[in-house]
T-cell receptor, first 110, second 113 residues
Framework: RKEVEQDPGPFNVPEGATVAFNCTYS??????FFWYRQDCRKEPKLLMSVYSSGNEDGRFTAQLNRASQYISLLIRDSKLSDSATYLC???????????FGKGTRLHILP | EAQVTQNPRYLITVTGKKLTVTCSQNMNHEYMSWYRQDPGLGLRQIYY???????DKGDVPEGYKVSRKEKRNFPLILESPSPNQTSLYFC????????????FGAGTRLSVL
């Protein structure tokens, strides 16, 4: 069974701090990687696609480590509004399915 | 506005009473999918469709049916709902394959008594 694993948290982090979490995947043939954000009782929304070279969008940085089979998400200068559950998603080349991790809960504390 | 629309948003029903949750997207996406989300289990794929008249089972298809007669619509059918199908359901669409970005509907919260 192909697995995508995340630390469920919660991560309780003071406002302004930097927080990072990882997502490991079991299938080395995985090709596409994403981070989604999900607010309580709402639908997941794409936060970032993860590229091989890594990518940054404002305070958010996503990286891929193929050798160790994980992706990471770094949030700098965290805001109260960053409180949410962060889901990673992994798809293989040519596969019809995308597998989601169970999510990591993040609480930013004032 | 590009969106995925699910209806109803909330539904309470009784065991055995057939129901349909509709899903429609206006982005001309080929790929559509249904997920259920349960505490501690995350998002699990029920069924997916790569195009009109093409549907396939996901990880948890038992007790569900789908159809894809038109590109924009992908209804989820529960022929005889049971309490273990109480869950939060999401429809999603993607331009082509699953490896593209998924756009989710707002969700349907179903309770089967």
């Amino acid at each position: 069974r192909k697995e995508v694993e995340q630390d469920p948290g919660p991560f309780n982090v003071p406002e302004g701090a930097t927080v990072a979490f990882n997502c490991t995947y079991s299938n080395s043939a995985s090709q596409s990687f994403f981070w989604y954000r999900q607010d309580c009782r709402k639908e997941p929304k794409l936060l970032m696609s993860v590229y091989s070279s890594g990518n940054e969008d404002g305070r958010f940085t996503a990286q891929l480590n193929r050798a160790s089979q994980y992706i990471s998400l770094l949030i700098r200068d965290s805001k109260l509004s960053d409180s949410a559950t962060y889901l990673c998603a992994v798809a293989e080349a040519g596969d019809d399915k995308i597998i989601f991790g169970k999510g990591t809960r993040l609480h930013i504390l004032p | 506005e590009a969106q995925v629309t699910q209806n109803p948003r909330y539904l309470i029903t009784v065991t055995g009473k057939k129901l349909t949750v509709t899903c429609s997207q206006n982005m001309n996406h080929e790929y559509m999918s249904w997920y259920r989300q349960d505490p501690g289990l995350g998002l699990r794929q029920i069924y997916y469709s790569m195009n009109v008249e093409v549907t396939d089972k996901g990880d948890v298809p038992e007790g569900y049916k789908v159809s894809r007669k038109e590109k924009r619509n992908f209804p989820l059918i529960l022929e005889s709902p049971s309490p273990n199908q109480t869950s939060l359901y999401f429809c999603a669409s993607s331009p082509t394959l699953a490896k593209n970005i998924q756009y989710f509907g707002a969700g349907t919260r179903l309770s089967v008594l």
